[in-house]
Nanobody, 124 residues
Framework: QVQLAESGGGLVQAGGSLRLSCAAS????????RAWFRQAPGKEREFVAG????????DYADSVKGRFTIRRDNAENAVYLQMNSLKPEDTAVYYC?????????????????WGQGTQVTVSA
């Protein structure tokens, strides 16, 4: 059974950093596109960052470019999101996702597998 599990969320002050991790099990994820999404209360789930299975391609939402970095370790079936210079507007539940195909897709409907989410709260 395929499972994704996020960790690393928490409470941090504005300007601080967090690193989210997503561990995958129950399958081979090396040829799946991996991504992070987030959802704030009352808002739709939005794309944050994505990485192709070769790690040669990445994509970021404009709101996080220059502050967040996505990385994957295929040997560990893991993907990470380093978040620096956090802002209160980054507060949300962060989800990791995996999808079939080489392209990084911003539409969450593309992704077959999802984690349960981890809360990130940034205080002003």
């Amino acid at each position: 059974q395929v499972q994704l599990a996020e960790s690393g969320g928490g409470l941090v002050q504005a300007g601080g950093s967090l690193r989210l991790s997503c561990a995958a099990s129950g399958g081979t994820f090396s040829r799946l596109t991996r991504a992070w999404f987030r959802q704030a209360p009352g808002k739709e789930r939005e794309f944050v960052a994505g990485i192709g299975w070769t790690s040669s391609s990445t994509d970021y939402a404009d709101s996080v470019k220059g502050r967040f970095t996505i990385r994957r370790d295929n040997a560990e079936n893991a993907v990470y999101l380093q978040m620096n210079s956090l802002k209160p507007e980054d507060t949300a539940v962060y989800y990791c996702a995996a999808g079939v195909g080489a392209a990084i897709v911003l539409d969450p409907r593309f992704y077959m597998y999802w984690g349960q989410g981890t809360q990130v709260t940034v205080s002003a």
